[in-house]
């Protein structure tokens, strides 16, 4: 079983960054696919970014639409943690953020939040305009 915990969330205003950390323990999650989603109050639970290793340095790493060219998704397996790297932030983009570890048995997909089985708690970005 892999606990996750989230850090660096806060308020920023518009234009601004943060980054993200989603630490992990209990065991090493190098293998896992990490996914981060976000939940907006009175929204559903949304894709943001996700990563995979493949060993070595080859990594792959996937974004939702509405974040691509703004946020990073990256990994530090000696850490044991993935970050997002998240630029010139919007209004839009307030909300709670999860990190979470895709099911071991979910060989393909990542956009779909029953694929995750462990989620951390959660960390608040706020947005001001």
């Known amino acids: 079983q892999v606990q996750l915990v989230e850090s660096g969330g806060g308020l920023v205003q518009a234009g601004g960054s943060l980054r993200l950390s989603c630490a992990a323990s209990?065991?090493?999650?190098?293998?896992?696919?990490t996914g981060w989603f976000r939940q907006a109050p009175g929204k559903e639970r949304e894709f943001v970014a996700a990563i995979s290793w493949r060993g070595g340095s080859t990594y792959y790493a996937y974004y939702a639409d509405s974040v691509k060219g703004r946020f990073t998704i990256s990994r530090d397996n000696a850490m044991n943690t993935v970050y997002l790297q998240m630029n010139s932030l919007k209004p839009d983009d307030t909300a709670v953020y999860y990190c979470?570890?895709?099911?071991?048995?979910?060989?393909?997909?990542?956009?779909?939040?029953?694929?995750?089985?462990?989620w951390g708690q959660g960390t608040q970005v706020t947005v001001s305009s």
């Open positions: 209990g065991r090493t999650f190098s293998s896992l696919v």
């Open positions: 979470a570890t895709r099911k071991e048995g979910q060989r393909v997909g990542v956009l779909r939040a029953d694929f995750y089985d462990n």
